[in-house]
C-alpha cells in the first residue's frame, strides 16, 4: 500500500538524520568533555568556547534525537494508566495525545523558531565565530528543525493508529522494540 510506503521512507528519513547526527555529535562530545577535563586537571583553564561548543554539541544531539525516539517509543512517558488498556484504546490515547499536545507544541516552536533562527541571521551571528559563538543562527536553526522531525514523527504515529484502529496495522504505534 503507498501509505505505508510513505510511512516508511519517513521512519527512514528520521532515523537517517538522528543516527548521522549522533555518529558526527557523539564523538565531538566526547573529545570536548574529556579535554575539558584533561585541560582542567594539568593545564590550564579552558576557555568559554570549549565549553560553548560542549554544550551545543549536546544540544544538537538530543533536538535532533527527538523524533527518533519518539518512533522507537524511547522516550520518556507515564505509562501507569495506558498499559492497562487495551490496542485498540491506547491507540485512541496515542490519536489524542499527538492532536491535543504534540503538534499544537511543535507548531508553535517551529513558528516561533524560523523567526528566531532568521532574525539571528539577520543580525550578523551568520559568521564563523560572532562575539565568540560559533554559528549561533545555525544552533537556533536546529530547534525548529528538530520539532519539525518530532512533528513528523508524531504524523506517522497518527497515521500508523488510525491505520491500526481501520485494521491495517498489527500494533498501535509507536511500537515497542
Same mark, same amino acid.
Given at each position: 500500500?503507498?501509505?505505508?510506503?510513505?510511512?516508511?521512507?519517513?521512519?527512514?528519513?528520521?532515523?537517517?538524520?538522528?543516527?548521522?547526527?549522533?555518529?558526527?555529535?557523539?564523538?565531538?562530545?566526547?573529545?570536548?568533555?574529556?579535554?575539558?577535563?584533561?585541560?582542567?586537571?594539568?593545564?590550564?583553564?579552558?576557555?568559554?568556547?570549549?565549553?560553548?561548543?560542549?554544550?551545543?554539541?549536546?544540544?544538537?544531539?538530543?533536538?535532533?534525537? /527527538? #523524533?527518533?525516539?519518539? %518512533?522507537?517509543? +524511547?522516550? *520518556?512517558? =507515564?505509562?501507569?494508566?495506558?498499559?492497562? !488498556?487495551? $490496542?485498540?484504546?491506547?491507540?485512541?490515547?496515542?490519536?489524542?495525545?499527538?492532536?491535543?499536545?504534540?503538534?499544537?507544541?511543535?507548531?508553535?516552536?517551529?513558528?516561533?523558531?524560523?523567526?528566531?533562527?532568521?532574525?539571528?541571521?539577520?543580525?550578523?551571528?551568520?559568521?564563523?565565530?560572532?562575539?565568540?559563538?560559533?554559528?549561533?543562527?545555525?544552533?537556533?536553526?536546529?530547534?525548529? /528543525? #528538530?520539532?519539525?522531525? %518530532?512533528?513528523? +514523527?508524531? *504524523?506517522? =504515529?497518527?497515521?500508523?493508529?488510525?491505520? !491500526?484502529? $481501520?485494521?491495517?496495522?498489527?500494533?498501535?504505534?509507536?511500537?515497542?522494540?
Amino acid at each position: 500500500m503507498f501509505i505505508h510506503t510513505i510511512l516508511r521512507f519517513l521512519e527512514r528519513a528520521i532515523a537517517g538524520i538522528s543516527i548521522g547526527a549522533a555518529w558526527i555529535l557523539l564523538p565531538i562530545l566526547i573529545s570536548v568533555r574529556v579535554f575539558d577535563i584533561v585541560a582542567r586537571q594539568y593545564i590550564i583553564t579552558p576557555s568559554n568556547f570549549i565549553q560553548a561548543l560542549e554544550w551545543r554539541a549536546f544540544l544538537l544531539f538530543v533536538l535532533l534525537s /527527538f #523524533g527518533y525516539t519518539y %518512533l522507537r517509543n +524511547a522516550h *520518556i512517558r =507515564v505509562d501507569i494508566l495506558r498499559t492497562g !488498556f487495551s $490496542l485498540r484504546t491506547q491507540a485512541w490515547i496515542e490519536i489524542g495525545g499527538c492532536l491535543l499536545a504534540m503538534a499544537p507544541f511543535c507548531i508553535v516552536v517551529i513558528d516561533y523558531g524560523v523567526d528566531y533562527s532568521w532574525q539571528s541571521y539577520l543580525q550578523g551571528e551568520r559568521e564563523l565565530v560572532a562575539l565568540g559563538r560559533p554559528l549561533k543562527w545555525l544552533v537556533k536553526a536546529i530547534v525548529p /528543525f #528538530g520539532t519539525f522531525l %518530532l512533528l513528523l +514523527a508524531g *504524523i506517522v =504515529v497518527l497515521t500508523r493508529n488510525v491505520l !491500526f484502529l $481501520l485494521g491495517q496495522e498489527d500494533q498501535p504505534a509507536p511500537r515497542q522494540f
